[in-house]
């Protein structure tokens, strides 16, 4: 990418990031006693505007969900290039996907569910459906899941499918920038998912037809090496993931599967990784690494806030939360 060009964005976007929360405005929100006083802890902040529009402090959802739309809105029309935001916001667009697939199965309004967030037309993918249009790939993408769903009556078959096409099109997007920093954090989230995926296969005691289906292909690490590991013990100590970037951030989580069976803390390391991963941009003075970071500073902040919320909602208290929180960038 021409790095010249991402000048007058990175300029602006470094003003942009003193609007992002740091560590110590979560540590203060988690300490109220309530989803109001959380809430009340905002008032100094973007999310000020969107508190005053609701009636109840448990619509909270609607404040993370118009926040973050606003800033996707924002940050799409300062990048000369989609590409960075693309790679943090695709999943966004599969999601809709999916639900728009399911809500034509299911004959159901499912309109609540969809993410207003890059260039996702609902009226025109459900016209699309309707008139069995398939004008581009995703429209051809959509009518071969369907076709697959009504061979075996599967809905799991619909995530498959759209994960798989999903990643694919992330690494392909990734290699298009020819941006190191893009391609490492393509590959890496596929090792974090197929982990992920593996341990769960072998807590369910899935077979390996169903792994090879849900693998993701294109990570550091190959299709085989899972397959051969489905039925062997994995622990930290396993050679398969000792050279990965990852490798520190699985450690833990890899005995603690082989220990208790369970997956604790994965989602957190594997977004601790990817918060560390950006950190040095912050030394970049311009470039496409800036528009992606602070893509992914502000995903980390929405998580970081709903888990204070949820947490603030079911009454939990302030030490459990701070366990429960990310990293962040600023």
Known sequence: MDRSKFIQSSTRLRVLEKELLKSENFIRISEGDSLEDALRSLSDTVYNKYINKISSPTEYEYILKEELTRFYDELYDISPSKIPILLVTLKYFYHNLKVLIKEDIGKKDLKDLYMNIGDFDLKEYRDALIKGSKKNKYFELIAKVEEIYEEKKDPQLIDIYLDNAYFKELLELAKESEVDLFIKY??????????????????????????????????????????????????????????LDIYKYIKEALDSFKEKGNLSNFEKEMDNYFIDLIKDVKYIT????????????????IKNLRIILVSKLNGLDSEFIREKLRDSYV
């Open 186 to 243: 393509a590959k890496n989230l596929i090792d974090f998912t197929n982990i992920r995926t593996l341990l769960r296969a072998k807590k369910q005691k899935k077979d390996s037809e169903f792994l090879r289906n849900v693998i993701i292909i294109g990570g550091n690490v190959r299709e085989e090496t899972y397959m051969d590991l489905l039925n062997r013990d994995i622990s930290s100590d396993t050679d398969a993931f000792k050279k």
């Open 286 to 301: 311009y470039g496409p690494e800036i528009i992606f970071a602070n893509a992914l500073a502000k995903e980390m902040e």
